[in-house]
């Protein structure tokens, strides 16, 4: 399926990237605004610093893992020494929304509106991540037969590791000053149910009897977006799945996202996703689903 140059695997059909590994030695390949038509991961093993992503600024340190979904736009800016490891693989490689039911990080990895896009490892979690890392290095390094199958493997193993250590630092139900605020998780649930139809503040703050500036101070301060930031984010996540994995003409997607407009849903898109629906098709593929 793929032809191996160093670190790098790359589709031979597409000639487009399908799996990398990439040891960075400081800032300079994160300094500018990066949006790639695959996923992206970091593990940081030394240095500390802020990260810009998803309408919001995080601070991170040594051990910090950092998961980008495709075209999710993200900078880094790091004080002093800057180390780790990037791990690239498109969803043609490996698809997060086909293996859900195998993997599950999709909405805790990936995806996830609620939630910074970045953890904080203890020294024997990134150990634990930084020796799988080393397989899939070695792997890569010695081509044999089903050797993508053996790639896949190990990246699920990862994925899933990941995933078990952000959710282990989500406890539902404990007390304290952090715990989310019942109003919030009563929203959420109105976003999922509502979001292809109501997409202003206010439909929301009218479903929960709470008035839009209070309910858009809550979210600022336990999700660090505005309400609007969620809604439209929400709808790009859907948008990006129905175009991945159907071929539904945009104009169809639009509709059934609550778009009467197919024009304006592709600015609306192409402002919340860095690129148009259209070239995220052409570049991300499609109809991965009806296969």
Known sequence: MTAQTAFTLVNPQTRE???KIFEFEDEEYFRKQRVYNYYSILLVTEGYGKLDADFSAYTFKTGA????SVYQPFVISANGAFRGVLINFHPDFFCIHKHQHEVACNGVLFNNIYQPPLLQ????ETDELLSLIQKLKIEMQNPEVAQYELLVAYLKIFLINASRLKMARQPLGEPGPEKEPFILKTLKDAIEEHYRTKHSPGDYAGLLNISTKALNRLSKTYFNR??????????VIEAKRELYLTSKPVKAIAYELGFQDEFYFSRFFKTNAEVSPQLYRSTVGFAKGEV
């Open 226 to 235: 505005t309400l609007t930031n969620l809604i439209a984010e929400r709808l």
């Open 121 to 124: 490892l203890g020294p024997g």
């Open 17 to 19: 990237l399908a799996f």
């Open 65 to 68: 893992l950092m998961c980008f």
